[in-house]
């Protein structure tokens, strides 16, 4: 499964994303590039799109996209890695043209 990780989140998280194809916004090349565009250039590359964005459902219309989407409720990276067994779990229930979030405690 392809991943595509916002900017707002800590790039090593990628390597620990064990079974994932994980790539950053920044990799791409498509950095500073805002949600609407963005999600157009990923849904024909990625699968899931990674983000700690708690906005991102409210200025976007995620209907027309085909991409799943999981919002983390932080982007903070100690709190992620030791979380990232529940990540790696979300990302494998994550569904196409659906928004999921998670709660990392």
Known sequence: MKVLLDENLPVPIAK?????????????????????????LAQSRFDIFLTADQNIRYQQNLAGFDIGILELSTNDFRRLKSSIDLICS????????????LIIP
């Open 16 to 40: 620990l994303l064990l079974g994932y194809d994980c790539r950053t916004v920044e990799q791409c090349g498509w950095a500073g590039i805002k949600n609407g565009k963005l999600l157009t």
């Open 90 to 101: 979300a990302l494998s229930e994550v569904k196409p043209k659906t928004l999921s979030d």
